[in-house]
């Protein structure tokens, strides 16, 4: 079974872009979590989708926002990028309920 | 709010020593509870969970980890480390009801091998 895919792998964009990123969950996962890591802050929930519905969100601003397909497929928006959006964003996948959550490879964002 | 809290920021280790991640957490209620390995510019990769039962969890690689209610942790142990442990370490938790996967993750640990 293939795992969680994200795409890009790498982006480099400039300050006051906007970015999407996306993620494909493993087949049968119909969860969707995204996570921010940076060196600073560590890693932070950014939000989690669930047939289609956000369903948990973290404390980040509204810049950050997201979306889930009918195949559960996740994209990720962020809005007027800023320097401190440099990171290592991750997408993860599970099944309905409390199941574990399984990581994709992430998507590492440089903001200039 | 819950909390994970790994205490040590940066391990060394010989290669063949026995080793031991440190883990608490901070939560009313007993929390489903992670452990993930992450190499350089990779993602996460489970090495073992607690849901319940067995308080003593195998894991992937030769890993295990003990659940201690009266201490609040979940410690990550290996008996002999190879070096292609050498990875940073994440303890993570997530609350025990459905609906809510959210993972509150330490601060990891940094895992140094040395020959």
């Known amino acids: 079974k293939a795992g969680v895919t994200q795409t890009p792998r790498y982006l480099i964009k400039t300050r006051g872009q906007q970015v999407t990123l996306s993620c494909s969950p493993i087949s049968g996962h119909r969860s969707v979590s995204w996570y921010q890591q940076t060196p600073g802050q560590g890693l932070q929930f950014l939000f989690e989708?669930?047939?289609?519905?956000?369903?948990n969100k973290g404390n980040f601003p509204g810049r950050f926002s997201g979306r889930q397909f009918s195949n559960s497929r996740s994209e990720m928006n962020v809005s007027t990028l800023e320097l401190g959006d440099s990171a290592l964003y991750l997408c993860?996948?599970?099944?309905?309920?409390?199941?574990?959550?399984?990581f994709g490879p992430g998507t590492r964002l440089l903001v200039l | 709010a819950q909390s994970v809290t790994q205490p040590d920021i940066h391990i060394t280790v010989s290669e063949g020593a026995s080793l031991e991640l440190r883990c608490n957490y901070s939560y009313g209620a007993t929390p489903y509870l992670f452990w993930y390995v992450q190499s350089p510019g990779q993602g996460l990769q489970l090495l073992l969970k607690?849901?319940?039962?067995?308080?003593l969890v195998q894991g992937i690689k030769g890993f295990e980890a003990e659940f201690k209610r009266s201490q609040s942790s979940f410690n990550l142990r290996k008996p002999s480390v190879h070096w292609s442990d050498a990875a940073e370490y994440f303890c993570?938790?997530?609350?025990?009801?459905?609906?809510?996967?959210?993972?509150?993750f330490g601060t990891g640990t940094r895992l140094t091998i040395i020959p």
């Open positions: 993570a938790v997530a609350l025990s009801n459905f609906g809510n996967e959210k993972l509150t």
């Open positions: 989708y669930f047939s289609e519905t956000q369903r």
């Open positions: 607690y849901f319940s039962g067995d308080t």
């Open positions: 993860a996948s599970s099944r309905d309920g409390q199941e574990t959550q399984y």
